[in-house]
């Protein structure tokens, strides 16, 4: 387990310890804890909705329809 350092301005620091005391959790648990909420394990919510939202993006299928035909392979 990690240990971190820091350093909090008073006012800061009443704050957390209020908060930590109405919890009933130790300063270190509490941090810990606050940055454990803050932690990012998937992509936001606005990042997930982008697929499929461009409306002028053309499907598949129109894209297969334009293409052209590969060209046969060279005999080797």
């Known amino acids: 387990m990690g ?6 301005d008073d006012e ?3 704050k957390m310890v209020v908060n930590a005391e109405a919890m009933n959790l130790s300063k270190s648990k ?3 804890q606050v940055i454990q909420e803050s932690l990012v394990d998937e992509w936001p919510k606005s990042v997930r909705n ?3 939202s461009w409306d002028a993006f053309p499907s598949l299928e129109a ?3 334009t ?3 590969d ?3 060279e005999p080797m």
């Open 3 to 8: 240990q971190v350092t820091i350093y909090l």
């Open 12 to 14: 800061t620091e009443r």
């Open 30 to 32: 509490w941090i810990a």
């Open 50 to 52: 982008l697929p499929g």
């Open 63 to 65: 894209i297969r329809e």
């Open 67 to 69: 293409a052209d035909h």
């Open 71 to 73: 060209v046969d392979r």
